[in-house]
């Protein structure tokens, strides 16, 4: 059974750091023959495709909201996707998914409806 299990979310500061981590198992296929993403859910709003690393880990993407303070990263040998994110604010506040799609090309999409797999999500909650 393909599973994707998020960690990291915790309650922080503004101004803080906190690393999300996804790790991946069940997959049909090994981990590095699908993109990833990341995306953000608050109560009330649209889902929002905030991150994604293509199958390599050589093309990465930001949205606005994010870029500059937060970074995605893989691991393939491990099976896991990494978020670094930095400088947080309030708005940051969350729940954070990572995402996986088949994919072997050369970049990768935040449109959430690209994905099939989903994790059950992790809270990220920015303090003022």
């Known amino acids: 059974e393909e599973q994707l299990v998020e960690s990291g979310g915790a309650l922080v500061e503004a101004g803080g750091s906190l690393r999300l981590s996804c790790t991946a198992s069940?997959?049909?296929?090994?981990?590095?023959?699908?993109?990833m993403g990341w995306f953000r859910q608050t109560s009330g709003k649209e889902r929002e495709g905030i991150s994604c690393?293509?199958?390599?880990?050589?093309?990465?993407h930001y949205s606005e909201s994010v870029k500059d303070r937060f970074t995605i990263s893989r691991d393939n040998g491990d099976n896991i996707l990494h978020l670094k994110m930095t400088s947080l604010k309030p708005e940051d506040t969350a729940k954070y998914y990572c995402?996986?799609?088949?994919?072997?090309?050369?970049?990768?999409?935040?449109?959430?409806?690209?994905?099939?797999?989903w994790g059950q999500g992790t809270q990220v909650t920015v303090s003022s």
């Open positions: 690393i293509s199958w390599s880990g050589a093309s990465t």
């Open positions: 069940g997959f049909v296929a090994d981990f590095d023959d699908y993109a």
């Open positions: 995402a996986a799609t088949p994919s072997n090309g050369a970049s990768c999409s935040l449109d959430g409806d690209d994905f099939n797999s």
